[in-house]
């Protein structure tokens, strides 16, 4: 410290460590590996289709046999983990589809294993896409029973860990879906198959593009009677809590962006891995902006993916999973 008429003027200047790009590189905090990121697919019927989502430029529906070139390019980035979502032609009220261990993510599972075995392969387990009326569970008079749903989630989950999935990620928050699957994992001798949690996951408005995508955008009503409240984080933490108790290995947040100071709560009370999914429409926005030449696309969504990280997030589902990927083999 140096006095100066009175003044105590502190030594310390900040940008001396600001002055050339090596010095910054010694003294960041933070960094993205694309072994960090997880690319979410839509997996769909039929053969030889690659279809664009439309209020998602940049990402396709693919039938299971173009698969595989999606995957080599995955790969060549870097990006070593998928999440698959099945976008099935027939759906019914009991989402069958879901189950069925012919359905398309036991198959689109099977050609992943065989044709790129080290892929990390993460299953969502959720009735949503494979229902008529697009609701996560069993419509009984009404309204959603959670009970009744939890067995068919477990079936599920079992179906896409025998077609060799790493790792089942229940989305359809169901009081209880971690221990349903934990406990059938076990009945079904996988017991070392991983259970990502989508613990914390809000009643969101940015989840609009992916319902596009996946085509399970609710009938009637709306998810609020059993994703989260968005104000409430307290909640969020609880549930986590009770998905580790019940068995999961890793716990997700979602969306990421509105959410980080859930991810960083939850870094600071638990140390299983946190997952944050950065969510349809964080990315849709994104690709909206950058198409009016309103922002720097990859500029923008690096630092996104940055504030994920720096909130304490291991792992970031994001559809810009292989263009950050790419981006950052070329800085290197
Ligand atoms: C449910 C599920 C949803 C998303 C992932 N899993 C949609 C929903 O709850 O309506 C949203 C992902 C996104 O918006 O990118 N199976």
């Known amino acids: 410290m140096v006095e100066e008429g009175g003044r105590i ?18 003294v960041r905090e933070t960094s993205i590996h694309p072994s960090n990121l997880v690319a979410p697919i839509f997996v769909r019927d039929g ?14 529906r693919y039938s299971v046999d173009r698969l595989p070139e999606y ?6 980035s870097g990006v070593a983990s998928v999440i698959l979502f099945g976008v099935p032609g027939l759906k019914d009220e009991r989402g069958s589809g879901a189950y069925d261990p012919a359905g398309l993510i036991p198959r689109a599972l099977r050609k992943l294993k065989e044709h790129s ?25 009404g309204t959603i029973d959670n009970d009744a749903t939890l067995p068919l989630l477990a079936r599920a989950a079992v179906e896409y860990a025998r077609a060799g999935a790493d790792m ?53 009503g709306d998810r609020r009677s059993y994703q989260m409240d968005p104000p409430n984080a307290n909640e969020a933490l609880e549930e986590m809590a009770q998905d ?41 926005m994104v690709k909206a902006a950058a198409m009016n030449q309103w922002i720097d696309e ?35």
Request: glycine content about 8%; overall charge positive; some cysteine.
């Open 117 to 141: 075995p080290r892929t990390v392969a993460i299953a969502d387990v959720c009735l949503c896409e494979y229902t008529s009326h697009g609701h996560c569970g069993l419509v009984q008079g």
């Open 71 to 76: 995957l080599e390019r995955l790969s060549e």
């Open 168 to 220: 089942v990620a229940p989305s359809a928050m169901m009081d209880r879906q971690v221990l349903a699957i934990r406990s059938a994992l076990r009945e079904a001798s996988m017991d070392e198959k991983i259970v990502m949690g989508y613990s914390a996951k809000f009643a969101s408005s940015f989840y609009g593009p992916f319902r596009e995508a996946a085509g399970s955008r609710p009938a009637f």
């Open 244 to 284: 580790i108790e019940e068995g999961a290995d890793i716990v997700m947040v979602k969306p990421a962006l509105a959410y980080l100071d859930i991810i960083s709560r939850a870094r600071a009370r638990f140390d299983a891995p946190i997952a944050a999914y950065n969510v349809s429409g964080e990315y849709s």
């Open 9 to 26: 003027l502190r030594e310390r200047r900040m940008r001396r460590l600001r002055g050339s790009e090596g010095i910054r590189a010694l």
């Open 298 to 332: 990859t500029a923008v969504a690096y630092e996104m993916l940055l504030g994920i990280k720096r909130a304490g997030a291991n792992i970031i589902i994001t559809y810009f999973a292989e263009q950050i990927a790419k981006w950052l083999n070329r800085e290197r």
């Open 47 to 60: 053969i030889g289709i690659v279809e664009p989502v439309e209020a998602m430029p940049g990402v396709n």
